[in-house]
């Protein structure tokens, strides 16, 4: 099967049949999920400082749902309309924006504390049309410069993405470099054809260690949510902090109760263990 | 979904626009007030970032008179929910905002600014 990115620009090819059917599909959520948490485990984010986070290529939310539930504040922005109209039905709770991220943003020096991009940068590989500003280069670069300048310091973005080649990965890293992020790439499950994932980590500032963290390995691949919030707990603890990271349980009951107001189907049931603060399994 | 907390870091990035160019003005709005849940740590986090008197002016512009003129030196729990408010309860679903430099105009439909340029915008 050949490649959606070559096929047609982003925007078309998510059209609202597509948008819903991508949406829809739980193979689909189950893979963003999972590359959605390992992006906010390889993010290292402080454990007890709440975030203020963008989602590049936000799509229709299936991330967002994700950084609500951990308790993070987002932006998200699109280029595709059709996903972004799914993302309202599903009424995410971060602001979302149709953007074309190759244009570059306009975000004051510092907004984020960081910022994630699941499946999205291989979409700026292919030029459009033949104006100047549309070709790769040009579109990466104002890309990267301008969220490097949107980030605060010290701080990380991390994108998973699927590039077709060394030379693409090449292009991208030596880009994002000229536009002052340090770090590099990830490779995950790098001998398995159905696990493998490609991430940039890409730094803002001083880290605690300019090392890019190890790629994950082995023969079985691991939950990324049970990963992320285990150690997140774990460094909690050793933070001593009190932050709740979790919404509330009042809260989600509250906001469950105006999803049925406006007659959404489909809200679970109230249970004991809603707002529960789930446990790490081993 | 537009919200003072994304407004109040926006400028506009249209080609060569690159000073006065921010906060973009509000016009023709609609809004919704939808309650979110208040957090005062991540209020607290967030002030070092906003622009005070942009925040200021534009709440104000919207109807929401709370905030004081200057940024308060004691964070009192009434006056971080003030800024809750602000921040993360206004909704503006219908309208635009104009960059008051270049005058471009980003249009919001049902909560979406369209940030899309032209390409003799583009930088
Ligand atoms: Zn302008």
């Given at each position: 099967m050949s490649r959606p990115e070559l096929q047609a620009p982003p925007e078309i090819w998510y059209g609202d049949i597509e948008a819903k059917k991508y949406t829809a599909n739980t193979r689909n959520q189950q893979i963003q999920a999972d590359m959605t948490y390992r992006a906010l485990e390889l993010l290292?984010?402080?454990?007890?400082e709440p975030a203020f986070l963008l989602d590049i290529g936000?799509?229709?939310?299936l991330s967002g749902e994700i950084l609500d539930a951990e308790g993070y504040i987002w932006t998200g922005v699109d280029v595709a309309p059709s996903m972004l109209e799914v993302a309202l039905e599903r009424e995410v709770e971060g602001d979302l924006f149709l953007q074309d991220i190759g244009q570059g943003f306009g975000f004051r020096?510092?907004?984020?504390d960081g910022a994630i991009s699941i499946s999205?940068?291989?979409?700026?590989?292919?030029?459009?049309?033949?104006?100047?500003?549309?070709s790769p280069p040009h579109r990466l670069t104002r890309f990267f410069t301008t969220l490097h300048s949107a980030l605060k310091n010290p701080s990380r973005a991390v994108f998973q993405f699927y590039p077709t080649s060394d030379d693409q990965i090449q292009l991208i890293t030596s880009i994002a470099q000229k536009a002052g992020f340090g770090g590099g790439i990830v490779v995950d499950y790098?001998?398995?054809?159905?696990?493998r994932k490609v991430f940039l980590c890409l730094y803002v500032?001083?880290?605690?260690?300019?090392q890019v963290p190890q790629g994950l390995d082995g023969d079985e691949e691991q939950d990324a949510k049970v990963r992320f919030e285990r150690r997140r707990q774990s460094e909690k603890v050793r933070s001593k902090s009190k932050r709740k990271a979790v919404k509330g349980r009042d809260w989600i009951l509250k906001k469950k109760e105006l999803y049925r107001k406006r007659g959404?189907?489909?809200v679970p049931r109230d249970s004991k263990y809603t707002g529960r603060k789930r446990k790490a399994t081993f | 979904m537009v919200r003072l907390i994304t407004h109040n870091l926006l400028a506009c990035h249209v080609?060569?626009?690159?000073?006065?160019?921010?906060p973009l003005e509000f016009q023709n709005v609609q809004l919704e007030i939808r309650e979110a849940e208040f957090n005062p740590e991540f209020v607290k986090g967030f002030l070092p970032k906003i622009e005070w008197k942009a925040l200021v002016d534009t709440a104000r512009q919207l109807?929401?008179?709370?905030?004081?003129n200057e940024q308060p030196e004691m964070l009192d729990d009434d006056f971080l929910k003030n800024l809750h408010h602000v921040l993360?309860?206004?909704?503006?679903?219908?309208g635009s905002m104009v960059c008051?430099?270049?005058?471009?105009e980003y249009p919001i439909s049902s909560g979406i600014p369209n940030m899309l340029l032209a390409e003799h915008e583009i930088a």
């Amino acid at each position: 099967m050949s490649r959606p990115e070559l096929q047609a620009p982003p925007e078309i090819w998510y059209g609202d049949i597509e948008a819903k059917k991508y949406t829809a599909n739980t193979r689909n959520q189950q893979i963003q999920a999972d590359m959605t948490y390992r992006a906010l485990e390889l993010l290292n984010l402080p454990p007890d400082e709440p975030a203020f986070l963008l989602d590049i290529g936000c799509g229709s939310g299936l991330s967002g749902e994700i950084l609500d539930a951990e308790g993070y504040i987002w932006t998200g922005v699109d280029v595709a309309p059709s996903m972004l109209e799914v993302a309202l039905e599903r009424e995410v709770e971060g602001d979302l924006f149709l953007q074309d991220i190759g244009q570059g943003f306009g975000f004051r020096p510092g907004s984020f504390d960081g910022a994630i991009s699941i499946s999205v940068l291989q979409w700026l590989l292919n030029a459009e049309t033949s104006h100047p500003t549309s070709s790769p280069p040009h579109r990466l670069t104002r890309f990267f410069t301008t969220l490097h300048s949107a980030l605060k310091n010290p701080s990380r973005a991390v994108f998973q993405f699927y590039p077709t080649s060394d030379d693409q990965i090449q292009l991208i890293t030596s880009i994002a470099q000229k536009a002052g992020f340090g770090g590099g790439i990830v490779v995950d499950y790098p001998n398995s054809k159905k696990a493998r994932k490609v991430f940039l980590c890409l730094y803002v500032g001083q880290q605690k260690s300019q090392q890019v963290p190890q790629g994950l390995d082995g023969d079985e691949e691991q939950d990324a949510k049970v990963r992320f919030e285990r150690r997140r707990q774990s460094e909690k603890v050793r933070s001593k902090s009190k932050r709740k990271a979790v919404k509330g349980r009042d809260w989600i009951l509250k906001k469950k109760e105006l999803y049925r107001k406006r007659g959404k189907e489909q809200v679970p049931r109230d249970s004991k263990y809603t707002g529960r603060k789930r446990k790490a399994t081993f | 979904m537009v919200r003072l907390i994304t407004h109040n870091l926006l400028a506009c990035h249209v080609k060569n626009c690159n000073a006065n160019n921010f906060p973009l003005e509000f016009q023709n709005v609609q809004l919704e007030i939808r309650e979110a849940e208040f957090n005062p740590e991540f209020v607290k986090g967030f002030l070092p970032k906003i622009e005070w008197k942009a925040l200021v002016d534009t709440a104000r512009q919207l109807g929401d008179t709370s905030l004081p003129n200057e940024q308060p030196e004691m964070l009192d729990d009434d006056f971080l929910k003030n800024l809750h408010h602000v921040l993360l309860e206004i909704h503006v679903e219908e309208g635009s905002m104009v960059c008051p430099n270049c005058k471009h105009e980003y249009p919001i439909s049902s909560g979406i600014p369209n940030m899309l340029l032209a390409e003799h915008e583009i930088a």
